[in-house]
């Protein structure tokens, strides 16, 4: 399944598929259990941004690998919706605009590896996700 796999988003149902179909690409990587539960936590703070803030948007998750031979699994959702004015603030714990804990988009942050964001006022916002799968020593495999 090394393919692109991309999900409408616009409920919250949208949001459960995104996440099942993260956690079908972190088992063939043979991501930890602790690891497919942190990126599907972090996949649900950003879908539902989308659906609390632009109605509608899209995820799409692929495996990539580095230079290295490492492979995780990126994660990017982005929508055409009302943009984040002060990515800075966004980031703070407990900032929000939509009456929530403004825990989404700084906890989606350390949930994972690599965390990007792109987003200007009326012009929708990109989030860009990377999970790492752990490289296992040789002989350590049980």
């Known amino acids: 399944m090394e393919a692109e796999s991309r999900?409408?988003?616009?409920?919250?149902?949208?949001?459960?598929?995104?996440?099942?179909?993260?956690?079908e690409l972190a088992h063939?990587?043979?991501?930890?259990?602790?690891?497919?539960t942190l990126l599907a936590t972090a996949i649900s703070e950003v879908a539902r941004n989308i659906t609390t803030?632009?109605?509608r948007g899209e995820v799409s998750?692929?495996?990539?690998?580095?230079?290295?031979?490492?492979?995780?699994?990126?994660?990017v959702a982005s929508d055409h919706g009302p943009g984040i004015p002060d990515i800075e603030r966004a980031l703070q714990d407990g900032y929000t605009t939509g009456g929530g804990l403004g825990l989404g988009l700084?906890?989606?942050?350390r949930l994972v590896d690599d965390f990007d964001i792109e987003s200007?006022?009326?012009?929708?916002?990109?989030?860009?996700?990377?999970?790492?799968?752990?490289?296992v020593p040789r002989g350590i495999r049980a």
Do not use: F, H, M
């Open 7 to 23: 999900i409408a988003i616009e409920s919250d149902a949208d949001v459960v598929t995104a996440r099942q179909r993260a956690r």
């Open 28 to 36: 063939e990587l043979d991501l930890s259990s602790t690891d497919q």
């Open 53 to 55: 803030y632009a109605q």
């Open 61 to 75: 998750l692929r495996i990539v690998r580095d230079g290295n031979g490492r492979a995780g699994i990126e994660v």
């Open 106 to 109: 700084p906890g989606a942050r």
């Open 120 to 135: 200007a006022p009326s012009q929708g916002t990109t989030v860009t996700l990377v999970k790492w799968a752990r490289q």
